[in-house]
């Protein structure tokens, strides 16, 4: 199977009046560790496509859209699945939109690392190294696994777009085990993902969740109050996902997104004023690439800036529904840097009395 036939059956035996196809090829390294020691390892490879089926046709009175996506996969039958697909669309009656054509202008990015992709066993090795020869206090290492991952995507459409991009990815989780006394332990579970080895620093993300491992022996739950609290790592994410989730297209066509254009974000602001950004070109970060799922180009969109809304993420679809210039889909989330560091405010909320109830 290849993008070469499943596009002429398109075009010579379905004949949609708009047509989309993604073929993602994904080779991954991996190896397991039980304590110090390798429990297995393996090299899984695969390749799938997605085709999205566009059929125009009118229903009581106005046009809308018809479509189908199927996923395709070695051994198929190409004919029947996509004639399938193509009675499927008939089904659906979506807005309409048009999908991005040729000749548009992408920013080159870094989202490889040439060394993993060259080397994968080499750095398998190398990050197992890591985890085994890192010195933890009174802490071990209970289990690991490594997955190195070489990816290409690509995508093409019946306008003629054809784009394509390769990736990297390198994906470490580890469980740390603290023993004090039998039978009574703490663990703690971490991971680091990026898509250059360079970045992992594994040394100091062991050294920190053995930590967490030696505190959670220790800590205790507080009585019932109000605290002041410093969020960071996975819990700051989620935080800051929210607002860009609200700043997306489909949240502003289905109805439930909070925020309006060229408005405050939030009505009461107590600290420094939040700037948020899609930044598609950070080295090294997951969400790199030039181009979004439908091929439209990325650029940086300044989404939030000093707590005013200032630009909606809007992928092809989505702008064209709500007749709103198209930025594309969500890429690194970047959040402009506030006065003061992290150790400065855990050294604040310190200095703050705590209300129990």
């Known amino acids: 199977m290849n993008v070469k036939k499943i596009k002429e059956i398109i075009e010579d035996r379905i004949q949609p009046n708009s047509w989309e196809i993604r073929r993602l090829r994904k080779k991954s390294f991996q190896r397991y560790l039980v304590f110090k020691e390798q429990e297995s390892q393996r090299v899984v490879e695969n390749e799938k496509f997605l085709v999205t089926l566009y059929k125009n046709y009118e229903q009581e009175g106005r046009k809308v859209l018809g479509e189908s996506t199927l996923a395709l996969s070695e051994g198929d039958d190409l004919r029947e699945k996509l004639a399938a697909a193509w009675e499927m669309a008939g089904l659906v009656a979506n807005p309409v939109f048009v999908l991005p054509g040729k000749g548009l202008a992408y920013q080159p990015v870094h989202s490889v690392d040439p060394e993993v992709r060259e080397h994968p066993l080499f750095y398998l090795d190398q990050i197992r190294d890591d985890l085994v020869r890192t010195p933890l206090d009174r802490v071990r290492l209970s289990s ?167 630009r909606r993420l809007n992928s092809k679809r989505y702008a064209d529904y709500l007749q709103e210039p198209a930025t594309g889909g969500a890429a690194n989330l970047e959040v402009a840097p506030g006065e003061k560091s992290f150790q400065e405010l855990l050294r604040l909320v310190q200095l703050q009395p705590l209300v129990c109830k």
């Open 144 to 310: 690991a696994e490594i997955f190195l991952e070489l990816k290409e995507f690509e995508i093409m459409n019946s306008l003629g777009l054809e784009q394509a991009q390769e990736e990297t990815e390198v994906l470490v989780e580890f469980v740390l085990l603290a023993e004090k006394g039998a039978g009574f332990g703490g663990e703690s579970w971490g991971w680091k993902q990026g898509r250059n080895y360079s970045e992992l620093r594994l040394g100091g993300e062991l050294q920190k969740y053995a930590r967490f491992a030696l505190e959670s022996q220790e800590a205790v739950l507080p009585p019932s109050g109000a605290y002041p609290v410093v969020f960071s790592e996975e819990s700051l994410d989620t935080l800051f996902s929210f607002f860009m989730l609200q700043a997306s297209g489909p949240a502003r066509f289905q109805g439930w997104s909070r925020l309006e254009l060229d408005q405050p974000v939030l009505p009461e602001i107590k600290g420094e004023l939040l700037t948020l950004s899609s930044n598609p070109s950070i080295p090294g970060m997951l969400k790199t690439r030039s181009f979004d799922d439908q091929g439209l180009p990325l650029t940086p969109v300044e989404v939030i800036r000093e707590n005013i809304f200032r």
